[in-house]
């Protein structure tokens, strides 16, 4: 029996949360499976992704260090305060394998083996790099969490685009194991606007996500009476778009959506403009769901989608996303879309395949 720990950041919906639990929830005999958050989740969000755990028989263990955004300041805090707790849980159950998720688990496992350097023989580490974007505003903290992960030869990568990345940054070529997507069963989704053609946009409300790009979009579609954009999510930059969505006959602003992938296929299209991602699941989700998805050609989103996908833009273009929503959308055949994309994704985006390669890792011998 292997006992495989999960550091996350918090309980919450997010992308590498969203992998780490895919991954706990496997069925697997020889493995047991703990799930470790370093900051204590708040959100409408957590109970459910905590049940949603522990139904499948992973062990949940919550933290007592609050979630303030401020900076990097608590970050640091939190993964400096970590290991006074971490070794509590680990004396109790004596992990075979850590997996730690982004950069505040990243800084958090660090801190815990520079305090208990002694314990670092007992274990495996693997660490899955998540974005094509590392350390922003950190990097010489970066830097020696880099020098760690590559000694211990751990770092997995979720897309060409982010080995690529990870390699022109740090100088090593990690092996490839992309996301995979497992799907409930549909429901419908009571907010779609009939005789409309319903585009959905789902995440965070971040610089990141190409939010300003996505509120340009609206605000030029606003006069065409086809569309309706269904913008769901939260972030530093919600007061901007319901600033800029006040009024608009075209959009509704809601809270982010706990088990959207369920209500994606009520939808007609999703568009996401991002600026950078490391290997989208929301987009994978959309494609399994049927959902054909409007893309920014950014590294870590146009390797989720067939290299020939007609629906995306370069380089964030305002003007070719209106191209595609007044000239291509019109008479697209929406349902070849569908198929194309999900049988591409259903290819290369299994959930089975995701824990099969990690768990082969993780029986390794260290």
Known sequence: MKRVFHIISHFDM??????????????????????????????????????????????????????????FVFERIAALLFPLRFIIVWLRWRPDVIHTHTEVPDMSTLAFFTLFPGLLGKCRIVRTIHNTRLWTGQRRLGAACERFFKRERGNVAISPSVRDAYAGAYGEQAPIIPNGVELPEAKPYPGIVKDKVNILFAGRLEPQKGISRLLDIIEAMAGDGRYFFHVMGDGQLLAEAQRRLAGLPNASLTPPLYG?????????????PSEFEGLSIVSIEASMAGLPNIINNCPGLKDTMPPDWPLKVEGNSLEQYLHLLRHVLPGANREALAGRARAYAQEHFGICAMRRKYETIYRKEK
């Open 260 to 272: 959207l992938s369920a209500y994606m296929p009520s939808f007609d299209y999703m568009i996401m």
């Open 14 to 71: 997010g992308g590498a949360e969203r992998v780490a639990a895919s991954i706990a929830k496997s069925a697997s005999p020889d493995m047991e499976y703990h799930v470790l958050e370093v900051v204590r989740g708040r959100s409408a969000y957590t109970k459910v992704f905590i049940g949603e755990l522990r139904a499948a028989g992973v062990h949940c263990h919550r933290s007592l260090m609050p979630d303030i955004r401020f900076h």
